[in-house]
């Protein structure tokens, strides 16, 4: 199949406008350039794109899907110049990122803090499915996501994790909470109410596993999809709760959390996955590096 922009172009003008004499008006050449353009279009693709109705033309079934793809081609092609114009005219470089659902949100704003530290930075941020991220990251429309997990291996993918951040895992909790237990730590857990992340979440599984060697029947009450809200009702005094031990300082400051203690031997690890292309986002390169 081989075609160039110019016969798609021919055929587009000519599908808006009707016919191919005022096609010709329009672009100001000859209607012969044109009919012989949309021909080569045609054999091209192996169908009539064009069909004849009266005394004009009309576009056959083919044409309408033709006409449907083009419409998107040269629409994008108009808004070219207004976007190369906005671009030159601002400061500010622009970083399009995507952010899993089981990423922690104290610890996204940490990943994000060596460009958010600078003044000429545009941040567009995107929430959702793991598996929707990637699949917007391999056909650039996202710079990077940040998860809780690498991408799968998928040579279709075209993407590459990298780990940017492995962190103990640690409980937390407000004071009137843990004064409600006179047990050490980890046995307190036993008594005190727990809130967990949902099995959305990867680390869920490995506090399972902890619970279970360190002979815990843990008193969960509530599990959380969403970090945020777990951290919000663990702060009304709801029960003590799990986090990576990177978010300490923040858990003190903005929760008034306390550390209890740390799970031995029990990490999570937050990833970088980018385009596995040569030519590299610079503020990408500024998130991997910290």
């Not at 998107?72 to 808004?79: D, H, N, S, Y």
């Not at 799990?242 to 029990?266: F, Q, R, S, V």
């Amino acid at each position: 199949m081989v075609y160039s922009y110019r016969h798609l172009y021919y055929f587009w003008v000519v599908a808006k406008e009707g016919s191919m004499s005022k096609a010709a008006e329009r672009l100001n050449i000859a209607i012969q350039t044109i009919s012989a353009q949309v021909h080569e279009l045609e054999k091209s693709l192996g169908y009539l794109l064009f069909k004849p109705a009266g005394r004009g033309i009309a576009l056959t079934e083919s044409g309408f899907a033709a006409l449907e793809i083009a419409d998107q081609i040269f629409l994008l092609g108009e808004r070219l110049p207004e976007a190369v114009r906005e671009a030159a005219s601002t400061k500010k470089i622009k970083i399009t990122v995507g952010v899993s659902d089981g990423l922690p949100k104290l610890v996204t704003k940490q990943l994000l803090e060596p460009i958010l530290e600078k003044n000429d930075v545009q941040l567009i941020a995107h929430e959702g499915e793991f598996e929707d991220l990637l699949a917007d990251l391999a056909l650039h429309r996202l710079d990077i996501v940040l998860a809780d997990r690498p991408a799968p291996a998928n040579k279709n993918l075209h993407v590459y994790s990298q780990e940017i951040i492995k962190s103990p895992i640690a409980w937390f909790g407000p004071k009137k909470v843990l004064k409600l237990s006179k047990k050490a730590f980890p046995a307190c857990l036993g008594d005190l109410p727990v809130l967990l992340p949902t099995t959305h979440s990867k680390v869920r599984h490995l506090i399972d596993q902890w619970f279970i060697q360190n002979g815990i029947n843990p008193n969960i009450a509530g599990e959380f999809e969403d970090s945020a809200l777990l951290k919000t009702f663990a702060a009304s005094g709801l029960g003590v709760f799990p986090a990576g031990e990177i978010i300490k300082k923040d858990l003190k400051e903005t929760y008034h959390m306390d550390m209890m203690g740390k799970c031995k031997d029990i990490h999570e690890y937050f990833y970088a996955i980018r385009p596995d292309k040569k030519i590299q986002h610079p503020l990408v390169e500024a998130i991997i590096r910290g």
